[in-house]
């Protein structure tokens, strides 16, 4: 627990996936085939906890959603980045630009897509309803699963590590 409190207080820029890590997973269509996503409240306060901390914040997904560009806009997401197919080339492209090192990086996903990224992450989450994969290279696994105030978890427990405290 102790490397993991200090993996997560050097972060300087926290990245997430959205679906299942965001939003519980499950896509919703509307008879105009229209995407409907819903996000936690909570996870969208934790996020603003971490950007008044002065954490930087990145969206890297697979999919395009009109919905996730709006909850990126909402939030004040600087780094959003849709329809990645390789989110370890899209990370350390972003990374150069903002001239960090992965030890200063935290990333939080759930599916076979995200092993590279949370690989090469300083700090990497996961959900608890994520892939056996995922949650295998994952340090820290939140209790919530998916959509259902994980993300909060992750924040609260940066937060944490940051002031120097064990517990969120």
Not at 5 to 20: H, N, S, V, Y
Request: glycine share 10%.
């Amino acid at each position: 627990m102790t490397e993991l409190l200090a993996r997560a207080a050097k972060i300087e820029l926290m990245a997430f996936d959205i679906d299942g890590v965001m939003t519980d997973g499950r896509l919703y269509y509307t008879d105009t085939g229209q995407e409907i996503k819903a996000f936690n409240t909570q996870d969208g306060q934790g996020l603003r906890l971490l950007q008044q901390a002065g954490i930087g914040l990145a969206i890297v997904t697979g999919r395009v959603s009109g919905a996730v560009a709006a909850r990126a806009r909402d939030l004040e997401i600087p780094y959003l980045f849709q329809s990645v197919s390789d989110k370890l080339a899209c990370m350390n492209a972003l990374l150069a630009q903002l001239h960090l090192s992965w030890e200063s990086v935290g990333y939080m996903g759930d599916d076979m897509i995200d092993l590279p990224v949370l690989r090469a992450a300083g700090f990497a989450a996961a959900p608890a309803n994520a892939h056996a994969r995922a949650l295998a290279e994952a340090g820290f696994v939140t209790a919530a699963r998916g959509g259902e105030g994980a993300v909060r978890e992750v924040c609260d427990f940066i937060l944490a590590a940051r002031e120097g405290r064990e517990d969120p």
